[in-house]
């Protein structure tokens, strides 16, 4: 990873987290605690170069579950809008390859922890992006994962309905139910039907 550009610093608390640089500094730069960026003028980084790093990042850690991002360096936030959605959407595509979504206790509070910024600027990232509230925008994720594993006859053929569900963060049968029928136009045990119906006639064939 030689050519991804990493900032000075990585706190306690991210020690697991993927690493991307933003920013170069600090905007605000005059705590008396911190002497890191004294001698670094602040700048933001060419979005392009940002997004590349990640996708470099996405090909390095390649079938390794990362669950949360840090932004660097000193206050990633002071960036405009238009420019974090667009991080975000590169990281997005990155989270996808995480199953972390189907958690029983994943939240919003918990997905602005992984985005490193707060419930309601990432609510309102969802709102604005995908038109969706964020328990629409979670659903559609854990349902599409359901789908997968419904059509997995041979991993998940035994797997109740039931099982299913909790397996991608539902706690009720009756809400993963109605949350699959609602989109996919049917129920999970009639799609879970139809795929070891499949699966009988290619072995067949």
């Known amino acids: 990873m030689k050519d991804i550009e990493i900032g000075p610093i990585r706190p306690p608390s991210e020690s697991n987290s993927l690493l991307i640089r933003v ?38 850690y390649q079938g390794k579950k990362i669950n949360s991002c840090f932004l660097q360096d000193g206050d990633a936030l002071v960036l405009k809008t238009d420019y974090l959605l667009r991080i975000l959407d590169a990281i997005n595509q990155v989270m996808e390859s995480t199953d972390v979504y189907c958690k029983e206790d994943f939240s919003l509070e918990k997905l602005a922890v992984l985005v490193n910024s707060n419930s309601k600027y990432v609510s309102q990232v969802i709102n604005e992006t995908y038109h969706r509230n964020f328990n629409i925008y979670i659903n559609e994720y854990r349902i599409q994962e359901a789908r997968i594993r419904l059509a997995d006859v041979e991993k998940y053929g035994n797997y109740t309905i039931k099982a299913i569900a909790e397996s991608v963060g ?7 139910t ?19 119906e499949d699966t009988e006639k290619k072995r067949e064939q």
């Open 23 to 60: 920013t170069r500094g600090c905007h605000w730069n005059k705590c008396y605690f911190c002497g890191l960026y004294k001698s670094m003028q602040f700048s933001m980084r060419p979005i392009d170069e940002t997004i590349e790093d990640i996708r470099q990042q996405a090909q390095f």
């Open 170 to 176: 539902y706690k009720s049968t009756t809400t993963f």
């Open 178 to 196: 109605n949350a699959f029928k609602s989109i996919t136009g049917i129920t999970p045990s009639i799609f879970q039907k139809m795929a070891k």
